[in-house]
């Protein structure tokens, strides 16, 4: 296989990142250094930092000039950096030595590089909150839809109490909007203009550096932090914990998915599964799969994206070589499993039939709770907790259900106790509210 499955001929359909993979190409990050030089020209010649003139030929080089990233392998691998051998190209390129000397003026590569990355990563949290919106539309359908079809609730894999199919989704849906949130904030705090030159300082941009980086903020359509950031990376690693935390939203829907499918369960059916190589009767769960392991690797991820947050002095190379070296990697990831996420959303079906039977099949058990309370009205909670025990023994052991037990001993107990449609608690509710708040936009 591959170094990484994103950029793979037969594994990428697999973990598909849409246009997540252009954003996060080369050609990609050299188009959006270049916006950045040029916004930053146009911002020096209008406060005569530069010559007008040298300005508008930068601005305009920079949207019109093709820059192959091959040609930068030889400089990168010596400076660490693309931005020298971008710089040498560019001015190459532009075939007017008497303007491009102005090029990059005061600035340093961080600030190119970081600024880039930003203007990418404004794309990215923008295409992964459509795959959110998405998701939370067909989930916010069939949390209405089935609001009361009911379903066993378990823990620890074991059969709990009734729940309904539409309280399930709504708890995949409470958390997508959660993350969706996070983005939402992330996208609004986090996407910063670095502009402050080569130790932080701004000493080379001049006495007017501050007034620059406000200016190619606003050209740019990006935050000025006010300081430096080269040391900082804040808004980088919580960009990423925001991306992560709508993985791990759609792993957990996964998770569910996987269980929910397995055979003798069969409670949904996802529109669509793969086959086995040697076993023709086998459907498998190959998106909710995908889900859980992009969400699985985006964790991993961020747990070294995380410590690279630990920066020496005033930059720290190897910190930044980390955040190459992982940041990429994980927006895909995350934006892989919500891609996956939205599809099942709009496909997914529940078997009503098969949640019915499994309720059925129980013998009345997973009303247990129920019973024990019901009992708790006419006795202390801890005898009734105990006669319901002997209860559920008892019908075991007869082979009869719960209720034919507890009723052949208390006739009287209250109508619809032990049918699991009444026995949900606000599980509809819940999932009426999960819609609601989806259709409100929350």
């Known amino acids: 296989m591959p170094a990484t499955p994103f950029d793979s001929a037969h594994l990428s359909r697999l ?5 997540l993979s252009r954003l996060f190409s080369d050609t990609a990050e050299v188009r959006a250094m270049m916006i950045v030089w040029g916004a930053l020209a146009k911002a020096q010649g209008a406060r005569g930092v530069i010559p007008e003139t040298a300005a508008a030929a930068i601005h305009r080089a920079s949207m019109e ?3 192959d990233p ?13 931005v020298p051998g971008l710089v040498a190209a560019f001015r190459t390129e532009m075939q007017a030595p008497e303007h491009a000397q102005y090029l990059h003026w005061g600035a340093t590569s961080q600030d190119i590089q970081d600024t880039g ?5 404004r794309q990215v949290l923008a295409a992964m909150d459509g795959e959110v919106g998405t998701a939370l539309a067909g989930l916010a359908r069939l949390a209405e839809t089935h609001a009361e079809t009911p379903m066993a609730a378990r823990t620890y894999g074991q059969d709990a109490t009734p729940t309904s199919f539409g309280a399930a989704v709504a708890e995949w849906g409470w958390a997508l909007l959660s993350a969706r949130r996070a983005l939402a904030r992330v996208k609004e705090e986090c996407l910063l203009v670095s502009l402050s030159g080569a130790a932080g300082t701004g000493a080379a941009l001049g006495p007017q550096a501050a007034a620059l980086r406000a200016d190619l903020a606003e050209v740019l359509g990006l935050r000025d932090p006010g300081h430096s950031w080269h040391s900082d990376r804040t808004a980088v690693l919580r960009i990423a914990a925001a991306a992560v935390e709508a993985a791990v939203a759609a792993g957990r829907m996964g998770e569910d998915l996987i269980l929910m499918v397995q055979s003798g369960v069969g409670e949904v059916r996802l529109g669509g599964s793969g086959g086995s190589s040697t076993m023709p009767q086998k459907q498998n769960p190959v998106a909710p799969s995908a889900m859980v392991a992009l ?45 996956h996420a939205a599809r099942l959303a709009e496909g997914l079906e529940p078997n009503a039939e098969a949640m019915r039977a499994h309720l059925d099949n129980s013998g009345g058990l997973i009303l247990s709770e129920a019973l024990s309370f019901a009992l708790a009205a006419r006795m202390p909670r801890p005898e009734a907790q105990a006669e319901t025990k002997r209860l559920a023994k008892a019908a075991q052991a007869a082979g009869d259900t719960l209720e034919q037990a507890a009723r052949s001993e208390y006739p009287d107990l209250p109508e619809g106790l032990f049918d699991p449609a009444r026995q949900m608690g606000d599980a509809p509710a819940t999932a009426r509210a999960f819609a609601a708040a989806v259709r409100e936009g929350h």
């Open 295 to 339: 969400a699985r690797h985006a964790a991993g991820l961020n747990g070294t994206l995380q410590a690279a947050g630990l920066h020496r002095q005033q930059r720290d190379g190897t910190a930044w070589m980390t955040e190459w070296l992982t940041l990429p990697q994980l927006m895909m990831s995350a934006g892989a499993a919500l891609g």
């Open 15 to 19: 973990f598909p990142t849409g246009e």
């Open 65 to 67: 000039l093709q820059i």
């Open 70 to 82: 091959g040609g930068l392998g030889e400089s990168v691998g010596q400076n660490a950096v693309t």
């Open 117 to 121: 990355l930003m203007l990418r990563l």
